[in-house]
């Protein structure tokens, strides 16, 4: 599967943003797919991830201000961030599996290039 990370860019403190990642050569269904963030100069960040069912988790750091959904008709899987923080600037990268993983981000198989969120106060 071959990933790639959209809708990022920049965010005012207190709005939304909702990067989203699209898939290809194989449905997101037969994955478990999650996000994973990078801020300069800092190790990457689980944020959230979906069961193979489309089931939610998300990282306490972010738990009630983020989102994670699937469409599985536009094989993509999206991340709606809301009340955003300056702290959220980061790479935001998108992953799958084809095994669940948990939060155990170093273990996806597959990685997207990664979309810049930058959020100013």
């Known amino acids: 599967v071959q990933l790639v990370e959209s809708g990022g860019g920049s965010g005012q403190a207190g709005g939304p943003l909702r990067p989203a990642c699209a898939a290809s050569?194989?449905?997101?269904?037969?994955?478990?797919m999650g996000w994973v963030r990078q801020a300069p100069g800092t190790e990457r960040d689980f944020v959230g991830g979906?069961?193979?069912?489309?089931?939610?988790y998300y990282a306490d750091s972010v738990k009630g201000r983020v989102t994670i959904s699937r469409d599985n008709a536009k094989n993509s899987v999206y991340l709606q961030m809301n009340t955003l923080k300056p702290e959220d600037t980061a790479v935001y990268y998108c992953?799958?599996?084809?095994?669940?993983?948990?939060?155990?981000?170093?273990?996806?198989?597959?990685w997207g290039q990664g979309a810049q969120v930058t959020v100013s106060s």
């Open positions: 979906t069961t193979w069912s489309g089931n939610p």
């Open positions: 050569g194989s449905a997101v269904s037969n994955y478990t």
């Open positions: 992953a799958a599996s084809r095994y669940y993983r948990g939060m155990y981000y170093q273990e996806y198989e597959y």
